[in-house]
Each structure stands twice: as structure tokens, then as C-alpha cells.
Nanobody, 122 residues
Framework: QVQLVESGGGLVEAGGSLRLSCAASGIIFNINVMGWYRQAPGKQRELVAT???????NYGDAVKGRFTISRDNAKRTVFLQVNNLKPEDTAVYYCTADVRSSSLSPRRGIYWGQGTQVIVSS
């Protein structure tokens, strides 16, 4: 199986910054997409950013220009640099990864971490 462990969340004042990390471990042949979603209380989970193995990335409209996603493929880790935080960024941030576990099978699985809380005070 595959485990994703997030870290780096916390309480920060508006305008501040954080760096979230997510490390994948377990039975992994390769990872195509790694990314971040978030869910605020009473709201649906939404895309924050995704990073592909080819180096490309996508961002949700609410975070463009403020958040930056990056990957260390050798360490199977994805990072999210979050700058100029706003109270509306308060949410649980979840890491996700699209993992192929075996070279003998093309089957892929989508895995999620337990989430890390980000609280932005005004």
C-alpha cells in the first residue's frame, strides 16, 4: 500500500506564509501526479494545485499567483509554498498522489493523506 504524510500546517496571520510538505511511501513504482486539495468547513473539497511528473503544474483560480507547488521526485515528496495567506485560505489541506505500484501492471491508484490544518487569522 501507499501512505501519504503531510506536514507544515499551522496558525498564521493574514499575509503570512507556510510551506506544506507531503511524503509518499510504500509500494511505489512511479508517481504521475501529486497535488493538494483543500476543504473548508461546510464547503466542498477544491483543487489547490497539482504537479505532474513532466514538471508541469495546474493551480486553482483562488490561489494563482500566491501558491507554488513543487516536487522532489527522488524523495517522492511534494511541497506547497503558500504566500500572502488570506482568512479564506483556512481549510484542511490534503495531499493526493496518482501511483503505479508495480512495473508488471499498468494499474494505478489514487491515494490521499490525512490532511494538515491551515488556519489564517485576520
Amino acid at each position: 500500500q501507499v501512505q501519504l504524510v503531510e506536514s507544515g500546517g499551522g496558525l498564521v496571520e493574514a499575509g503570512g506564509s507556510l510551506r506544506l510538505s507531503c511524503a509518499a511511501s510504500g509500494i511505489i513504482f512511479n508517481i504521475n501526479v501529486m497535488g493538494w486539495y483543500r476543504q473548508a468547513p461546510g464547503k466542498q473539497r477544491e483543487l489547490v494545485a497539482t504537479a505532474f511528473s513532466d514538471g508541469s503544474a495546474n493551480y486553482g483560480d483562488a490561489v494563482k499567483g500566491r501558491f507554488t507547488i513543487s516536487r522532489d521526485n527522488a524523495k517522492r515528496t511534494v511541497f506547497l509554498q503558500v504566500n500572502n495567506l488570506k482568512p479564506e485560505d483556512t481549510a484542511v489541506y490534503y495531499c493526493t498522489a496518482d501511483v503505479r505500484s508495480s512495473s508488471l501492471s499498468p494499474r494505478r491508484g489514487i491515494y490521499w493523506g490525512q490532511g494538515t490544518q491551515v488556519i489564517v487569522s485576520s
